[in-house]
Nanobody, 125 residues
């Protein structure tokens, strides 16, 4: 039984920073690419960042490139999202997700088979 649990969300002023964590259990964490998505009220879930299983490749949405950094620690079954220079438009529930190989393009939520419950990030102006 794969479980993903996010933490680290909160309220921060514009320009501030937060670090999100995703703790994985069940399955073989180091065998799968992992990703972060976010969903704002009334909007579709959108891709934020992805890291390959080994950590050697990363992908970012244009909206967060240069401000967010995805990382993982396969020895601890953990994934992280360091978010700097936060903007009000970054306000959303952030989800971590585990890849479902062959299920679709990496920016599509359907490409992921397991999801966490989400953690709220609110950026005030």
């Amino acid at each position: 039984q794969v479980q993903l649990v996010e933490s680290g969300g909160g309220l921060v002023q514009a320009g501030g920073s937060l670090r999100l964590s995703c703790a994985a259990s069940g399955g073989t964490f180091s065998s799968y690419a992992m990703a972060w998505f976010r969903q704002a009220p009334g909007k579709e879930r959108e891709f934020v960042a992805r890291m390959s299983a080994s950590g050697g490749r990363t992908y970012y949405a244009d909206s967060v490139k240069g401000r967010f950094t995805i990382s993982r620690d396969n020895g601890k079954n953990m994934m992280y999202l360091q978010m700097n220079n936060l903007k009000p438009e970054d306000t959303a529930v952030y989800y971590c997700a585990r890849d479902a190989p062959g299920s679709g393009y990496y920016t599509n939520p359907r490409a992921y088979g397991y999801w966490g419950q989400g953690t709220q990030v609110t950026v005030s102006s």
